[in-house]
């Protein structure tokens, strides 16, 4: 089910006497139905906890984004004057498919609003509704559009199961690229070679995947994953951006499903995030994996709400 924005739960400090520059986000943010078509970024909550649990993993992302609202709120205003809130798709019990399905109609009725679309999970399952909304969009104005793929995550997710989970998504893209004649092309930043079978390995190779494991994303490497970056942003015209919080390391991100033995550090996801953002072609950006229930002193909801801010002020949507 798709609810409307619920607004009382935008809230954070006013600063009164700091005037127009003192303001944040939930005084600037409306639903979308009341906003302008002039651009800006709209959000949109995916309240689900099914492909977790159709992976084993363990449940809670469907409260993320209510707790990632609620962090929010308190952003400061910066270039980013138009904020739309397109309230959330709900997954009630089992029924993901469908879920999904009105998350990439949303997607969809925002892009052709002029929009950024920025999701929040939800588990990583919300790839697919994102980018079948994106591929809507894009279908109607273009015979094979290029679309990029590019997933920070410690995950490949292009499991084979007999149903759709948090594990398939990008299988499942690939398999609609494949069946609607456009190129596939995907990029994950920050797997474990500890956290992927060799058959997921397999599958990444024999699907033309880009990656770079996690080991090789520090700092002083900062330059190849750039390059990499560089590489694989000139090869497509539109972005799908999509960031699993499993790849922080489980110090800076607990609140996930499964928390990452190593990760890759905020120094390294950040300048990706401005990369991504700055590059001129991200159309769709969706965080997936935040879990309240597991998180502490909301470190993970946090830092959610940083990098998110970040997309959004560097995209100048």
């Not at 709209?42 to 689900?48: D, R, S, V």
């Not at 390059?227 to 919080?245: E, G, K, W």
């Amino acid at each position: 089910m798709h609810h409307k924005a619920d607004m009382t739960r935008w809230q954070g400090r006013v600063d009164a006497t700091e005037g127009e520059h003192g303001k944040r986000w939930h005084q600037i943010v409306k639903p979308l139905e009341d906003a302008t078509d002039d651009g800006g970024v709209a959000l949109i909550g995916f309240a689900c906890d099914a492909g977790v649990a159709r992976n084993n993993g363990r449940t809670g992302a469907r409260q993320g984004p209510a707790a990632l609202r609620s962090v929010l709120g308190n952003t400061p205003v910066h270039r980013c004057r138009s904020l739309a809130d397109a309230g959330d798709v709900v997954c009630d019990d089992d029924r993901l498919e469908a879920a999904q399905e009105e998350l990439a109609g949303v997607v969809a009725n925002v892009l052709a609003r002029g929009k950024l679309p920025v999701a929040m999970g939800g588990g990583h399952e919300i790839a697919f509704g994102s980018f079948s909304g994106l591929a809507h969009h894009l279908a109607q104005r273009e015979q094979a559009p290029r679309i990029g793929v590019i997933n920070l995550d410690a995950h490949f997710d292009l499991r084979m199961a007999e149903r759709a989970s948090s594990g398939t998504p990008f299988r499942q893209i690939a398999e609609d690229c494949q069946a609607r004649g456009w190129p596939f092309h995907y990029c994950v930043l920050g797997i474990s070679e500890f956290g992927n079978t060799q058959a997921l390995f397999e599958r990444a190779r024999a699907l033309g995947v880009r990656w770079m494991l996690d080991e090789d994303m520090h700092v002083a490497a900062l330059d190849k994953v750039r390059a990499t970056l560089a590489d694989f942003l000139a090869q497509v015209d539109h972005v799908y951006f999509t960031v699993c919080l499993d790849v922080l390391p489980a110090s800076v991100a607990p609140g996930v499903s499964a928390p990452a033995a190593r990760g890759v550090p905020l120094d390294v996801v950040e300048p990706v995030i401005d990369m991504v953002a700055g590059s001129g072609k991200l159309r769709l950006a969706d965080f997936a994996e935040l879990n309240p229930s597991l998180d502490i002193d909301q470190r993970t909801a946090r830092v959610t709400a940083r990098l998110l801010a970040r997309i959004v002020e560097r995209s100048n949507a």
